[in-house]
């Protein structure tokens, strides 16, 4: 499968406690993006790698949130001192150019 | 500030029909519209981008239209089958001083069921 891969699929966690996910993008992608998204809502833009460079961070996103992409190539992203807010889906997606091709999601539940 | 909106959140319809989906938005000048499906607990899949400059592209049983003076696109399916029960996003560029880097703004989404 040559699609973008996401791991865990699952994470629960306590409040307070530290997780750190990581997105496998298609290959010969540059563009990798971090999406958030809650039930009944749309996905929400987080952050924004072209190869390892990141260009852009949602004002949303506060300073717990931090994403790497060494090499340009796999990205993770770590979520410190996890909130019961954070509970959610979070979508990786990689792009050529204009259309996203996204990872089946990290569902994150914090207790 | 900028917003979309998908007019409805859930869609029944009897397969066979077509299904319409609308999506508007307000303060967005997108150079491009595109529709995804998302399956529960899957993440969304592309399926059709239209260019400002397009007024209709179709896909197989896809048609999407584009009107910027309206500020709307209707998505529809026709010939639908219980098969393409899913949620359905529609995504704007997120419109930055022309520096957005093609991240995307969803609307809210429809849930579509197609009933046998």
């Known amino acids: 499968d040559t699609g973008v891969s996401q791991d865990p699929r699952h994470k629960i966690t306590k409040r307070g406690q530290n997780v750190t996910f990581r997105c496998d993008p298609i290959s010969e992608h540059n563009r990798l993006y971090w999406y958030r998204q809650t039930l009944g809502q749309g996905p929400e833009f987080l952050t924004y790698?072209?190869?390892?460079?990141?260009?852009?961070k949602s004002r949303l996103l506060s300073d717990r949130f931090s994403a790497e992409r060494p090499k340009g190539s796999f990205s993770t992203l770590e979520i410190q001192r996890t909130e019961q807010g954070d509970s959610a889906m979070y979508l990786c997606?990689?792009?050529?150019?204009?259309?996203?091709?996204f990872g089946p999601g990290t569902r994150l539940t914090v207790l | 500030s900028q917003k979309i909106e998908q007019n409805s959140e859930a869609l029944n319809i009897q397969e066979g029909k077509t299904a319409t989906l609308t999506c508007n938005y307000t303060n967005y000048s997108p150079a491009y519209l595109q529709w995804y499906r998302q399956d529960p607990g899957r993440g969304p899949v592309f399926l059709l981008l239209i260019r400002e400059n397009e007024k209709e592209k179709r896909k197989e049983r896809l048609k999407v239209t584009f009107d910027t003076t309206l500020k709307q696109s209707l998505f529809h399916i026709t010939a639908s089958q219980p098969a393409d029960s899913a949620t359905y996003l529609c995504a704007l560029e997120a419109d930055a001083g022309g520096t957005s880097y093609g991240k995307l703004t969803f609307g809210q989404g429809t849930i579509l069921t197609v009933h046998p």
């Open positions: 790698f072209q190869n390892e460079a990141q260009l852009e």
């Open positions: 997606a990689s792009s050529p150019k204009s259309e996203q091709f």
